[in-house]
Every structure is written in structure tokens, then in C-alpha cells.
Nanobody, 124 residues
Framework: QVQLVESGGGLVQAGGSLRLSCAAS????????MGWFRQAPGKEREFVAA????????YYADSVKGRFTISRDNAQNTVALQMNSLKPEDTAVYYC?????????????????WGQGTQVTVSS
């Protein structure tokens, strides 16, 4: 049973930073793609960033490129999202997701497992 547990959300002022973490368990993730998504109130869930567990290739949404960095720790089986220069429009529930097929995709329906989400609120 794959389990993804997010942590690290909170309240931060605009311009500040937060680091989200996703603890993955239940199987070996060597061939997986791990992604971060977010959902703001009244909006659809959207892609933020993804990383191939094997090799570390990454991809970012244009809205976060240059501000957010996704990384993985093979030894700890965790995926992190470092968020800098946060803006009020980054406010959302952030979700960790895992995809079994080893190439990066954007649509939410292409990811197989999801965490419960962690709230990020950026005040102006």
C-alpha cells in the first residue's frame, strides 16, 4: 500500500519561504515520478512541479519556475518542495502525488497515488 504524507505547510508573509516534504512508503519508488500539485479555493487542482525518482529530471509550471525547487532524497524516501519568494497567489492546499509510469506528465488524472495535502497560506 503506497502512502504519501505531506508536511511543512503553514502561514508565511509574501516574499518568504517554506519547505514542504513528502514522505513516501509502501514500495520502492525507483521508477516513479513524484509530483507536487496545489488547489486554491474554488479552483481546480493544478500541477506545480515533478521529478523523476531515477535520474532526478525535473519540470516546473511556469508560475513557479525560478522560485520553487523540487528535490528527492533516495535514502530517506522523501520528496521536498522548496518554495521561495512566495506570493499571495501561491496560497493553496499542496498535494504530493506519485506516478508509476516513469515519465513526467502534468494532468492530475495521470498520477496514481495522492497524499492528504498540506495548507500553505501567503499573506500580503
Amino acid at each position: 500500500q503506497v502512502q504519501l504524507v505531506e508536511s511543512g505547510g503553514g502561514l508565511v508573509q509574501a516574499g518568504g519561504s517554506l519547505r514542504l516534504s513528502c514522505a513516501a512508503s509502501g514500495r520502492t519508488f525507483g521508477s516513479y515520478v513524484m509530483g507536487w500539485f496545489r488547489q486554491a479555493p474554488g479552483k481546480e487542482r493544478e500541477f506545480v512541479a515533478a521529478i523523476k525518482w531515477s535520474g532526478g529530471s525535473t519540470y516546473y509550471a511556469d508560475s513557479v519556475k525560478g522560485r520553487f525547487t523540487i528535490s528527492r532524497d533516495n535514502a530517506q524516501n522523501t520528496v521536498a518542495l522548496q518554495m521561495n519568494s512566495l506570493k499571495p497567489e501561491d496560497t493553496a492546499v499542496y498535494y504530493c502525488a506519485a506516478r508509476k509510469v516513469p515519465f513526467i506528465t502534468i494532468p492530475t488524472r495521470t498520477y496514481d497515488y495522492w497524499g492528504q495535502g498540506t495548507q500553505v497560506t501567503v499573506s500580503s
